[in-house]
C-alpha cells in the first residue's frame, strides 16, 4: 500500500509524458503511440507533381520533372528541399504542441513524419555525411529549453545511421518571421548563421534538417553560410512544408 502511494505521483507524472491517448482526437492508443491510426490516415502527403527543387505542389497534370516559379529564376544553395506532408490539420497540428506546448514525447511521431521524406528519390540511395539541424539562438534555446530541428535530427541520425553535426550556429537573434515575405525573410536572416568548424562541413554531403519548411528563407541562408565554407552538398528535409 505504502509503495503504491509512494508511485502515484510518479505515475501521474509518468502518464503526462507518455499519454495513452491520441494526441489529437484523444482516443485510446497503445502505449507508446501518440497519434492514432484514424489521425495518421488524415495527415496530407506531398504527392506528385511538385517541384524538385522546393516540393511545392502544382496542382494539375504535368508530366515530367518540373521547376516552380519561385524556384525557376533563383540560385539555390541547396540541391533539394523534401517534405512527405503538408503543414496542415493533424501534422501542424502534432509539430506545434511538440514545439510550442513542451510535448517532447511527441518528437517520435513528428520524427517517423521526417523519415518518411527520405523516401524521397532525390534522397534515397545517396551517401551523406553528416546531418546539421538548422540551430536555435541560444536565448531561443533558453527560452524553449530545447532545438526542435537537432531532437529530429538525432532521431533520424539513429534511423539512418548518420551523425549530427553542430556545424552551424545561430548568432543573431532574429524576431518572428511570420507575417514577413521571402524577401524581408531572407534580409531578416543576413549573417543570421555561422559555421562553427568549417573542417567539419568542408567537402561534405550534408543533410540539413528542420521541422518545417514555409518559404525556404531559413534552410536556404543556412545551405548559403555552409556552401560558402565549403560544403559539397546540402540537401534539405523538413518534417513538413508550408
Ligand atoms: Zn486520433
Ligand atoms: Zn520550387
Redesign the pocket.
Known amino acids: 500500500m505504502r509503495i503504491d502511494r509512494t508511485l502515484e505521483p510518479l505515475r501521474a507524472v509518468a502518464s503526462l509524458f507518455y499519454p495513452a491517448l ?1 494526441t ?2 484523444h ?1 485510446p492508443v497503445t502505449r507508446g503511440e501518440y ?2 491510426q ?2 495518421l490516415d488524415k495527415a496530407q502527403r506531398i504527392a506528385a507533381p511538385f517541384c524538385a527543387k522546393c516540393s511545392e505542389p502544382f496542382s494539375g497534370a504535368i508530366d515530367g520533372e518540373f521547376t516552380c516559379a519561385n524556384c525557376a529564376h533563383r540560385v539555390l544553395a541547396f540541391d533539394a528541399a523534401v517534405s512527405a506532408y503538408r503543414s496542415r490539420g493533424v501534422v501542424r497540428f502534432v509539430i506545434l504542441q511538440f514545439k510550442y506546448n513542451r510535448q517532447l514525447h511527441l518528437r517520435h511521431p513528428v520524427a517517423e513524419w521526417l523519415f518518411e521524406a527520405m523516401n524521397d528519390d532525390r534522397l534515397r540511395d545517396r551517401s551523406f555525411d553528416c546531418i546539421v539541424p538548422v540551430p536555435l539562438h541560444p536565448a531561443r534555446f533558453r527560452e524553449r529549453g530545447f532545438n526542435q530541428a537537432e531532437l529530429l535530427g538525432k532521431i533520424l541520425g539513429q534511423r539512418i545511421n548518420l551523425t549530427l553535426s553542430r556545424a552551424l550556429e545561430r548568432t543573431r537573434y532574429t524576431t518572428t518571421q511570420t507575417r514577413l515575405d521571402r524577401d524581408e525573410r531572407m534580409e531578416n536572416l543576413r549573417n543570421a548563421f555561422r559555421v562553427r568548424h568549417a573542417s567539419a562541413v568542408q567537402s561534405r554531403h550534408l543533410i540539413l534538417v528542420d521541422d518545417v519548411f514555409t518559404t525556404g528563407s531559413t534552410v536556404e541562408e543556412c545551405a548559403r553560410v555552409l556552401r560558402q565554407a565549403g560544403a559539397a552538398s546540402v540537401r534539405v528535409v523538413t518534417v513538413a512544408r508550408g
Request: proline share 0%; hydrophobic share 40%.
Open positions: 491520441c489529437v482526437c482516443a497519434v492514432c484514424d489521425c
